[in-house]
């Protein structure tokens, strides 16, 4: 039926989802209420028109300024460097970070043709006044690493603090199953306890 | 941001969606252009509005009767009978099959509360002049199996001969997950039952 194939082939192209899966979504949809039709419809139309990136940060945001860069309660020293929105909204869910948030917009890639110039950090060095210490949460990957470094230098004159994330053993993981870079990075990485 | 966990909520009662599927699907929308968030939700309330049941055998179709029913090239000697419409279209798939279906709507499972006159078993009835085989292709398992004997017992009279796909389908199985050499192997294979 052409409908059914039509609305698989679209949500077949959504990350996760297989041609199979993608299917048996649409029959579904098809088995439940219209009203869950409309409002799933109507919610991802919403979604695009409703939500744009945040003018200071780069955080995905109902209002502009979004909602962590116009919090008086966050700690307006510490910018911690995500490589795309969605790393921030993970960390907000840790409650663990109080600072402010800076979306680079992806990491320097040269295979990939990724410069620099591509990402946000004209908009970084404009944030800079006042900050003591940036934290670089890029995905401990090749290129997270790479952009990390670079960042690093760029700012060195500033007398700002540059941390990185620990990277290591995941909580609740297996030792057995670790990989070796991320076994040599806990190793790297050990802290004292006693 | 409450539009993305609006729409994740919605995106996560979808089958096969857990909550951090969800949500990479909605970040994925708000990073693909307009033009496909809105073909997306076009797509989902189309199919709700465009397909209705085939009054004949039941599956799912845009005219009525659906396509397969309304085919002069099928076989209106055979009818496969099938748990749902979906697995209807699995066989279509599998293009080893040309005679018509007979959509049940479920199987029976007493213990769910779902006995024969919840399927739809009379509309079946009506249809069996000059039918000389019927396939019946419920699931692999103890519904399906016992619902394909009552029916086989319900039609030991008329002297239409009663088959069941053979196996290769995985016992326990589910015929909406089964891949097409699978399918058409048991459509070869199939035994007469009654």
Do not use: M
């Not at 995905?139 to 500033?158: H, S, Y």
């Amino acid at each position: 039926v052409r409908a059914i194939d039509e609305a698989a082939e679209l949500l077949s192209r959504l990350p996760g989802l297989g041609r199979k899966s993608a299917v048996r979504i649409a029959y579904h949809i098809l088995k439940s209420d219209e009203s869950f039709a409309r409002a799933l419809a109507e919610r991802i139309v919403r979604l695009k028109a409703s939500i744009k990136a945040c003018s200071v940060c780069g955080c995905y945001s109902e209002g502009d300024p979004c909602e962590v860069c116009s919090d008086p309660g966050r700690d307006r020293g510490l910018i911690c460097v995500v490589e795309q929105a969605q790393d921030a909204a993970s960390i907000e869910q840790a409650k663990e970070y109080a600072g402010l948030y800076h979306v680079l917009g992806g990491v320097i890639a040269p295979l990939d043709g990724v410069g620099p110039e591509k990402l946000r950090v004209r908009e970084l060095l404009a944030r800079l006044e006042g900050v003591r210490e940036l934290i670089i949460a890029t995905n401990p990957t090749v290129e997270g690493d790479t952009t990390a470094l670079w960042l690093q230098r760029l700012i060195k004159d500033t007398g700002i603090v540059v941390s990185r994330l620990a990277s290591g053993l995941p909580v609740g993981g297996d030792l057995e199953y670790a990989d070796r870079l991320t076994l040599s990075r806990s190793f790297r990485g050990r802290t004292r306890v006693g």
